[in-house]
């Protein structure tokens, strides 16, 4: 049913408000920065057919401006069918309290990317002055946790931005912290390019960490002695034959170790071409 003009809230006997898309204000704080487009237009087409089934959440800010709190991909879903009311549940929340709920929606959903996570705490400590302890006892996770998530956050921006696009996991990106800030970016780019293992990146960068210059410092003296263990090569080479073995192909491997070296073998059966002799 068409509403007459000026749009303005209006709250249901059930509790829920009926507010102008208009005047919800972002979260400035928003947990979430990557948006699937298709996943976007499978829910704005459900939302189509079945109607917004999940009211978003907003605090008030005054009489005409509401702040999302979360639900923002419902919220842009509406936008994008032009709806111009949607459904709210208003909340008592401040600033801090506001990016809280937000954080701990997003966490709830198993698509959240590990890097929106990690800033989505940040947020959340630099809006409350929290400490890590405390935050993780509000959210149910690991002080720990928390904290190797925020060191994510000391990758260069453009390589986090980088990063999205692409398929590697939390666990790719933690090697990228080992690399100065000048070769993070190449090292992820070679990691999404050749698609290489977690074991394979690792070498990568370890390889990497290998020609930088002072070479007498503490910290690659140490590199340099991770190198030199064989059981790296040995790790990454079993890791190429697993996933041949993944791809379909009878591949296999053995490794004697002998007092002054290390024989690797890797077998992998040759197919005869239709028609060659015997």
């Keep these: 049913m068409q509403r007459d003009t000026p749009y303005r809230a209006q709250q249901s006997a059930r509790g829920i408000w009926s507010i102008p898309v208009q005047l919800v204000?972002?979260?400035?704080?928003?947990?979430?920065?990557a948006f699937d487009g298709q996943a976007l237009d499978a829910l704005a087409d459900s939302i189509r057919q079945v109607g917004l089934l999940q009211p978003i959440s907003v605090r008030k800010l005054d009489a005409d401006k509401f702040e999302l709190v979360s639900g923002e991909r419902r919220l842009r879903a509406c936008r994008q069918l032009g709806f111009v009311y949607i459904d709210a549940v208003v909340v008592q929340a401040s600033g801090e309290r506001s990016a809280l709920l937000a954080l701990v929606e997003n966490l709830q959903r198993e698509d959240l990317h590990f890097l929106d996570e990690a800033e989505g705490y940040a947020a959340v400590l630099e809006e409350s002055r929290m400490t890590q302890e405390w935050l993780a006892i509000r959210i149910g996770k690991s002080q720990s946790a928390?904290?190797?998530?925020?060191r994510l956050l000391r990758l260069e921006p453009d390589v986090r931005d980088a990063l999205r696009r692409t398929k590697l996991t939390e666990r790719h990106a933690r090697a990228l912290l080992r690399l100065p800030a000048g070769l993070q970016r190449a090292a992820m780019e070679r990691m999404d390019a050749q698609k290489l293992t977690v074991s394979q990146g690792d070498a990568l960068v370890t390889s990497m960490l290998a020609v930088l210059p002072d070479k007498g410092s503490p910290a690659l003296r140490k590199v340099i002695t991770i190198i030199r263990d064989h059981r790296l090569y040995v790790n990454a080479i079993a890791d190429i034959v697993r996933h041949m073995k993944l791809a379909g192909i009878d591949a296999d491997s053995s490794v004697r170790e002998e007092a002054d070296q290390i024989e690797i073998i890797v077998r992998v059966p040759v197919r005869k071409r239709v028609g060659a002799s015997l």
């Design 146 to 150: 928390i904290a190797n998530k925020l």
């Design 25 to 33: 204000l972002p979260n400035p704080r928003p947990p979430r920065r």
